[in-house]
């Protein structure tokens, strides 16, 4: 079993500049994603080397790979962890099968999960997700559908709208829950960073070419099978994203593609018991931190996204804030004081955007309330927002008893799809807070595996049989 001095869990722009600035700094690090490519969702690599792709995050993505491949970095991708154990060992499993680590110090960037607050019909078949096209589009080089519906709130409808166009499809609307004058007081935030303006204006462009029809204000209500096709109906809203009265519209489409913001990743830190809060801004639960990044437990380190939502620019300079952090813990604090502070100013300018576009994001307590009883919430286990109060009236008063009853999270993705929903919905069902009802408790393994996966090829001439134990 190896040892390393840190241990960094996820490769996206957080977790690399972390683990790059450890290892200059003369730590031995390994770093551990899923993914084959490092890059996270942002700077996601394509799936075949000889795609040709253009953009400042393709060019960004490249020199964080780069950057990678010639550190000292023992980079471990496409390994899954299934699991990390209270004296900071992680078990991954990879191409070659299990690997287990030990490290003096564990940092944690695995990033987020996407919201989708649901809807009638939100579980047919070409329905997706922002963050699902989006790695259709930047990795797969794939249309969502020839003609698509963009749906939701936040910058990721202007991104996945944008490439659509630009890789040759067809975007029949974009309906947004936010209004203009939303968009409008962001405006100054947005000409603060002049490379995010810039790519803004790369995604909004085709937008804008293609004269495609933008509905702010308005929240999808139903999706409906119609032969191959699906049709779209969505609705005025108010400021909470509840619809309101006012004319209903129909569009026929191959794809329906929607997005309702992100949640931070938590289930790592929650499963190695630091203290986490709820924030309705930052997208979520999110573990306690002091300004290194360090949690409440000792040698526990977040950064990133699953820190709180400040978007990807914010995440590679608080990386590189809490990797020196790290070397300082367990080499001393060697490096100029202006190093550090270089970098903090660098986060703080980035964060401030961040906050701004997470906010857009941020659930909205209408939509929740508007959710149709018989509409399934949990997909896996097939629970119903009519169950979910149900449960809340039979004394349910924490998600963990929910679970307990209804089998709400109890599927493979353990509740980081139907979690913050569900929690929604019983919270204002009991007319409590957030914090009250709390949180699913993680569970070993983190990630859905196969017996078959974690053992290989074995049939049972491979059991070893003891000896007979003499009479």
Same mark, same amino acid.
């Given at each position: ?18 683990? =790059?600035? *450890?290892?200059?700094?003369? #730590?031995?690090? !390994? ?6 490519? /490092? @890059? $996270?969702? %942002? ?105 698509? =519906?963009? *749906?939701?709130?936040?910058? #990721?409808?202007? !991104? ?6 630009? /890789? @040759? $499809?067809? %975007? ?300």
């Amino acid at each position: 079993m190896n040892h390393y001095d840190l241990i960094v869990l996820g490769a996206g722009p957080a977790g690399v500049s972390a683990a =790059l600035m *450890a290892a200059a700094k003369g #730590l031995r690090v !390994a770093l551990f994603d899923e993914n084959e490519a /490092a @890059g $996270g969702q %942002v700077y996601r690599a394509p799936i075949l080397s000889d795609q040709k792709m253009d953009g400042s995050e393709v060019r960004t993505g490249e020199n964080l790979r780069d950057a990678l491949s010639r550190s000292n970095v023992r980079s471990f991708l496409g390994h899954v962890v299934w699991a990390v154990t209270g004296d900071y060992r992680v078990d991954a499993l990879g191409p070659e099968g299990s690997v287990s680590c030990t490290t003096h110090m564990l940092l944690v960037a695995t990033g987020t999960t996407e919201r989708v607050v649901p809807f009638e019909g939100w579980t047919l078949p070409g329905v997706i997700g922002l963050a699902a096209a989006t790695i259709l589009l930047k990795s797969q080089r794939t249309l969502p559908g020839k003609t698509t =519906l963009v *749906a939701g709130c936040g910058p #990721l409808l202007a !991104a996945v709208a944008g490439g659509t166009l630009k /890789a @040759g $499809g067809v %975007v029949k609307a974009i309906v947004d829950i936010s209004s203009r004058s939303e968009w409008l007081k962001n405006a100054s935030a947005l000409l603060s960073r002049p490379a995010i303006f810039k790519q803004s204006l790369n995604y909004s462009l085709p937008v804008l070419r293609a004269r495609t029809p933008i509905y702010s204000r308005h929240t999808l209500v139903k999706v409906t099978a119609q032969g191959e096709q699906l049709l779209a109906e969505f609705a005025p809203c108010d400021a909470s994203a509840r619809p309101v009265t006012g004319r209903h519209i129909e569009i026929l489409v191959d794809c329906v593609v929607v997005g309702h913001g992100l949640t931070p990743s938590s289930d790592v830190t929650r499963l190695l018991h630091a203290k986490h809060h709820y924030s309705r801004a930052a997208g979520g639960w999110i573990a306690q931190t002091d300004e290194n990044g360090q949690t409440t437990r000792e040698r526990l380190f977040v950064a990133g996204d699953s820190a709180g939502i400040r978007g990807a620019a914010a995440a590679t300079e608080q990386g590189k804030r809490v990797g020196l952090a790290c070397a300082a813990l367990l080499r001393g604090d060697d490096s100029p004081a202006s190093e550090a502070q270089t970098i903090n100013k660098a986060w703080q300018q980035a964060a401030a955007f961040g906050q701004k576009m997470a906010a857009m994001m941020a659930l909205r307590e209408g939509h929740v309330t508007a959710i149709p009883p018989d509409t399934v919430v949990c997909r896996c286990e097939d629970v119903t927002r009519a169950e979910i109060e149900q449960a809340g009236e039979a004394g349910a008063h924490d998600v963990n008893q929910l679970k307990a009853w209804t089998r709400c999270g109890m599927g493979p993705c353990q509740g980081r799809t139907c979690g913050d929903i569900a929690a929604e919905i019983l919270a204002t069902k009991l007319g409590v807070t957030r914090e009250t009802v709390g949180i699913f408790s993680p569970r070993t393994p983190l990630r859905p595996l196969t017996i078959s996966d974690m053992t290989g090829e074995y049939d049972y001439a491979d059991i070893p049989i003891p000896k007979a134990a003499p009479l």
